[in-house]
Nanobody
Framework: QVQLVESGGGLVQAGGSLILSCAVS????????VAWFRQGPGKERDFVAA???????YYANSVTGRFTISRDNAKNTVHLQMNNLKPEDTAVYYC???????????????WGPGTQVTVSS
């Protein structure tokens, strides 16, 4: 059974930083593509970043230059380093693996429960 668990969310002031982690179990992690999505209040779930099993990374325009995704195959974990956070980054952040379509498309087979990130102005 594939399971994903996010951690690292919290409350931070604008301009601050957070690191989110996604622990993946139940599948061969080294061959997995993993993505982060977020859903703000009253909004749809949007793509944030993704990393393929070949270590290629992708970012939404809104986070490019501020967020960095990385993977640790020894620990079956993906990290999302978030710098220069803005109030509009406030959302529940979800990690996902095993995309059904494109890596940035909101259709994955497995999702974590999410972690709240709140950025105060």
């Amino acid at each position: 059974q594939v399971q994903l668990v996010e951690s690292g969310g919290g409350l931070v002031q604008a301009g601050g930083s957070l690191i989110l982690s996604c622990a993946v179990s139940g599948r061969t992690f080294s061959s997995a593509s993993v993505a982060w999505f977020r859903q703000g209040p009253g909004k749809e779930r949007d793509f944030v970043a993704a990393i393929t099993w070949t270590n290629r990374s992708y970012y939404a325009n809104s986070v490019t230059g501020r967020f960095t995704i990385s993977r640790d195959n020894a620990k079956n974990t993906v990290h999302l380093q978030m710098n220069n956070l803005k109030p509009e980054d406030t959302a529940v952040y979800y990690c996902a693996t095993d995309p059904k379509k494109g890596i940035s498309v909101n259709e994955y087979n497995y999702w974590g429960p999410g972690t709240q990130v709140t950025v105060s102005s």
